[in-house]
């Protein structure tokens, strides 16, 4: 497993578990949230704290990619982002093949 990939597992491991009551929504809302702080970095301007935000944001993002994923019954899980890239695409695509938009409207924000 890539060290991206243990760490991702990690972070989601250290994750309280998701109440009952939540909605969907609300983990459709925080997979967008987490897209647009992504969008807003940098990817340009790499230096230490750059790319420890861009790191955490790719986590934060990537988990509440699965948790949606797994909501809809998509398959997925930490092993599968060796090539995070790769795995983000699928999954982005998959979701929007279900009917979950992806994109934020720029009031959402």
Partial sequence: MSMYAQLLDA????????EPRSAERVTVDELHRARTE??????VAFDTETVAILLALEVGYDIA???VAQRNGIESDPSRFEQPQQ????LEGAL????ISLEVSSEGC
């Fill in 11 to 18: 972070a989601l491991r250290q994750r309280p578990p998701a």
């Fill in 65 to 67: 990619l699965l948790e």
């Fill in 96 to 99: 929007r093949d279900r009917g």
């Fill in 38 to 43: 992504l969008s807003k970095v940098d990817h």
């Fill in 87 to 90: 795995e983000r695409e699928r």
